[in-house]
């Protein structure tokens, strides 16, 4: 990618000293203005098509033991303003190439009483803001500890949000439609409970926040480039409706240890009259520095299915013996201890996953619970609680990768880590190495329950950087990662292509944990997927678990058409189809569409979007002319109306419509569904019926002369 | 050793559940009695010669939510006694052969209550009594948290005490002498300023604890086998003069997690009416497992020289530039630097030192200050503080190690961690293969600082397994460690023989840090080394450090013959000649006594002992029929009178007598001495005077026929 930068438009031009400054994206539809307020204090506001979306917001850190914060008292001593234009081609993604151009207008700041400079750089896009902190070298601004980022958005009026509560220590919240009003009055029921949660403000929510204007803008606030820095929450001042960064701290209350030169995340603005724009937005990845993987052949995207849902689920055991009451690695010996009988990742089991994943197309199969550990891995701050190598005895790690490979399948494997993170850390060389010696190339990672470390939660700056540490790691031993529980994506993977997946968000598994809400995947695409791919693990064919897990009484909210829209609509280069075998063999016509859909995509068409409601997304598979279509809908039954223009003209294709049945509905009727076959061309139409938390997939095969 | 154990005497018999049971001591000069309290509170008392030592003390543990804690409420459901003796050798030590022979109390503790057990462990040594807490496999005590440990220690009167402040992050105070009741009124004084430091009350000390009776008995406290656990002070109940546990906390107050099975570290009281027996006792030897290194013909004592005095006094710096205002590994380009001209570790110094050790029969050289971030290590909460393989541009690793092997001296590694424990365990493995790549086959570590962990402090149960993890992680190494500023030692040298050396309190460089108290050393032995030996870094000449570092105005407060009794009165199997090979060159005579004098024993006899006063030490070096004889003597000018009792009778020995000049003192005249050459046969006697701060010392080499 480097000779696309030198080729990229570079026009410097140094103005005078001046108080304000605007700056226009490439497109003129967004107008930034930089002013510096009386008191010395930077603000910024934007403008989109003449419409006022974020009204002067102040900007600047309040510093811990340090006389002076970086508030206010500055001037204005440099301005420089450049113009830049490239296209890189991702590794995976939703669409082949991505155009990276913007307006940037970079200030330099002086602090006269301090003589301290900060630069705020600004790069405006055709869709959206990006701006974040710098702190160049200097004699008096070396190192310094953040008490908290100031940085405000001051919204235009009480409007709508798709929200979760503000939490330290979880991300796994159902999505709250308010008014801003009225987030304080909800944040309490929007909590449900996690195994480790710990929230700060009753107006304290969490990024991407998706939001809504009377007037009908959407907007969407976030940050990328989340490297060394700790996560950026947003706190609401619901007087002013003015929303102000609140950063993770440290048991010590410390918000982040800052060497110069160094400089924050970017801080993210998206913003359109068209929801569908939102979802097509590259601006995050855009913020983001070029892939730093020299050789990324070994990065494959890849659709797996596993032992994972049965456990979730409760009709099977992570663990391996109800003998011990503790386990002491190296000392307990499980090859005396008799088996509980309910251990899901034993020989036979796994090679049935490996057997219908060779027989039905699927690249991996992830085996959870194969490592001893698990009878007491959860909730005893245990610090050496996994060694991330030693299987349990009815697991055969070369046997099974030696079937696996003779059946074309990789093993996934799996490193939870309990939230102790010394421990992974001090294991991790090993583990790796211990992946790439019996055939591994991607790994799971999980930090579920509270982090065993003094003082750290889930997304303080120290536990930012271990996240990046085992992705960085990982890359060196050829290993992509899929990071469960750790912190939100901001769009590393364009960096780091290697990380494949988090999941940082409320997946799949709630629906065993008693549900979650059916316009949820209408709403992840708007706030969680923004920063990256998300591994939600669709692909549920059995709503009722109480029909093979009989203390479940959990109900997956969602129909089988809904489920199979999901691998359209929630983008990822790695798909699990979740549910067992034997329920894909009930239902095989549906099952079709999860063996044939792709998991690498070279164009992308959001064809309707509206929050909450509903999304229509058509991708072209890479390296073919095939077309695959999800659609998925919310609480109201909907006919979704598209048209096929995006179709090679003149080409002819048939398109297999997996459709909710007439009567279907999530709760009452989730398995009611057709699969029909038509001719479509770049001119035809479809009026679609989705059902209330259901939806439809199509697959289109241009037809073979 | 493991033959010995089974030929050790093993006779159990179990008893009648009773509330009082007394044990002997194997000489029968001791006698301990547990009693359980009308409550069901544990507790315990000790006897020597008919002498009460501690009065009934009570015995529990305090739990962390838990509905009831370990304190009280128990029934004696269990009690088994057992005699035990074996003789051991340990890898290197005072002694060749140590006997390790006590009887054996084990009372299982019921609480109806919660059916939970707990056994206490007593063992009765000729000197001394152990004891500790074990938690056995159960159901109802699995994991829990401890709160406080509750063991305490109840003294017969308001006795003299050797003390340093209880703190969480240093140990490197001067020791105070006082009556117990006088504690809290110069606790305050008694804090003299460190780097980092946590003190938690104002009666709270540290172990080893020295104390002396107004009749004339001496005891010391402390523990031995400190592991997954964490430190423990002393708190003192000035009132009743009752010493209870304090154990180091984590940032949220958490003072253990347990998991059972598991026990407590060691309590140990060595008692003796002779001063000489507590320096002598291998109690808190005896306590640890035996040595866990199958292979240890690498574990080798060694005296060394090296670059490290001359940054403590000021004259160099570890650093190699002033230009960077900071310094980030891997970015900063240091070979474009202009050095700063003062940098300690370069080539050409180097060679120096390892010149002077090659020429002078020393082993070792180490060199601080040799690898790139010591611009800005420290004070910054900085985490990539150090990388531990990348050298400044002045210091050639391969080729420096390439000269000292031609010399036939052994490179010693040093790794500062600056406190930044995640960063030194990141790097760990590559830092130790990097030694072994380049001949180095030990390492100086430290933990100068705050710990940068958040919530950690020097002494909490989540650093000690961390310096536990080093040690270990060496020894797969082949690695001697030889740790400072980690928590004091307790023994653990007997099952990991590569631990070598500890700091753990205050040492010479405290003589450049404004200067230590004249009978600091003669403290030391009875207090600190009670646990393992210290790399105290002796042998300084020039007392003036003005002479050739300017801007130190500090004074070494000890006489050239002082300094050269340290060799012998502080044992270690590590040896520094501290001072520049010039102030070596200056006095030839009495750097002789260095050069001969060995760093490993076959027999050491403790020939007068008081604490704060006077220590004089004969051993004979191991696998010789040569003997040196060590005598530090306090405040006040003293006549030391021994005899050669210990020489083999019919042999004749030239005895080469380091002593004070006649007007020698350890501010006023320190440099005076005089070097003597005497016959001496094991019938011969000496009454020779040590100045104030001063000493002698003497080899004592067989006349060959």
């Not at 690498?600 to 002319?625: C, F, H, M």
């Amino acid at each position: 990618m480097k000779h696309l930068l030198y080729t990229a438009l570079f026009c410097f031009l140094v103005l005078q000293s001046v108080n304000s400054q605007q700056l226009k994206s490439p497109n003129g539809k967004f107008i930034m203005e930089f002013t510096l307020q009386k008191d010395g204090t930077p603000s910024y506001s934007l403008n989109y098509k003449d419409k006022t979306v974020i009204k002067p917001s102040k900007l600047g850190l309040e510093l811990k033991d340090d006389k002076k914060s970086l508030l206010n008292d500055f001037t204005v001593i440099d301005t420089k303003t450049n113009s830049f234009d490239e296209t890189w081609k991702p590794v995976w993604g939703e669409v082949e190439s991505i155009r990276n151009q913007y307006n940037e207008l970079a200030i330099t700041l002086n602090q006269k009483e301090t003589d301290r400079q900060i630069i705020i750089r600004f790069r405006l896009f055709n869709d959206g803001l990006g701006f974040r902190y710098e702190f160049p070298t200097q004699k008096n601004l070396v190192y310094f500890v953040i008490k908290e980022e100031r940085t405000q958005f001051a919204m235009t009026g009480d409007h709508t949000a798709f929200w979760i509560p503000g939490d330290y220590d979880t991300q796994e919240y159902d999505y709250t439609t308010s008014k801003l009003s009225e987030i304080r009055g909800l944040a309490e029921k929007a909590k449900t409970e996690n195994l480790s949660q710990t929230s700060f403000s009753p107006t304290g929510v969490q990024t991407s926040l998706m939001l809504k204007t009377a007037d009908g803008l959407y907007i969407n606030l976030h940050e990328a480039a989340l490297i060394n820095y700790s996560c950026m929450h947003l706190n609401l001042d619901d007087k002013n409706m003015v929303f102000e960064s609140w950063l993770t701290p440290d048991e010590k209350g410390v918000k982040g240890y800052i060497q110069a030169p160094a400089h924050s995340p970017w801080r993210t603005i998206i913003v359109s009259d068209d929801a569908r724009e939102i979802l097509a937005s590259k601006m995050t990845l855009n913020l983001n520095d070029p892939c730093k993987i020299e050789d990324t052949s070994w990065i494959k995207p890849i659709k797996y299915v596993g032992v994972w849902w049965e456990m979730i689920s409760g009709k099977s055991s992570w663990s391996y013996t109800d003998e011990f009451p503790s386990v002491q690695l190296g000392v307990t010996d499980f090859s005396k201890a008799k088996p509980s009988g309910t251990h899901g990742a034993n020989n036979a089991n796994v090679k049935k996953y490996i057997d219908f994943a060779a027989a039905n197309g699927f690249g991996g199969v992830l085996v959870e619970g194969w490592n001893e550990g698990w009878e007491d891995w959860f909730g005893h701050y245990k610090d050496y609680v996994f060694d991330f190598v030693t299987p349990y005895p009815d697991f055969d790690v070369k046997g099974l990768h030696e079937y696996a490979k003779s059946k074309g399948v990789k093993m996934i494997m799996h490193h939870e880590t309990s939230g102790s993170v010394r421990n992974y850390e001090r294991h991790m060389d090993k583990a790796y190495q211990f992946m790439k010696d019996n055939g591994y190339d991607a790994v799971k990672s999980g930090y579920v329950g509270s982090i065993i470390s003094n003082g750290d939660n889930h997304y303080n700056q120290f536990m930012v950087n271990h996240y990046q540490y085992a992705v960085e790691k990982a890359a060196e031993y050829k290993i992509m990662v899929n990071a469960h529980e750790a912190v939100r994506p901001t769009g590393i993977c364009r960096t780091y292509p290697n990380l494949i997946g988090n999941e940082a968000a409320r997946g799949t598994e709630y629906q065993a944990f008693g549900g979650s809400k059916p316009n949820h995947v209408t709403l992840l695409p708007f706030t969680r997927l923004i920063g990256g791919p998300m591994d939600y693990t669709p692909g549920i064919f059995e709503m009722d678990l109480s029909k093979f897990s009989p203390n479940n009484k959990s109900h997956v909210n969602s129909t089988i058409a809904n489920q199979l829209a999901l691998y359209v609509t929630l983008y990822s280069p790695l798909q699990m189809a979740a549910d067992f075998p034997e329920h894909y063999n009930k239902f095989p016509d549906a099952f079709q569409f999860i063996k044939d859909v792709a998991v690498d995509w070279s164009e992308s068409n959001y064809l309707e979007a509206e929050p909450g409601q509903y999304i229509t997304v058509a991708r072209k598979a890479k390296g073919t002319n095939n077309w695959f279509i999800g659609n998925v809908n919310g609480y109201e039954p909907r006919t979704s109306n598209i048209n096929f223009a995006f179709l090679e003209k003149g080409k002819k294709y048939t398109a297999t419509i997996y459709a909710d049945g007439k009567e279907a509905n999530y709760k009452t009727n989730p398995q009611a569904y057709n699969v029909r076959k038509i001719q479509v061309t770049n001119t035809s139409k479809l009026s679609q019926l989705s059902a209330a938390g259901g939806g439809y997939a199509i697959s289109i095969i241009e037809n073979k002369k």
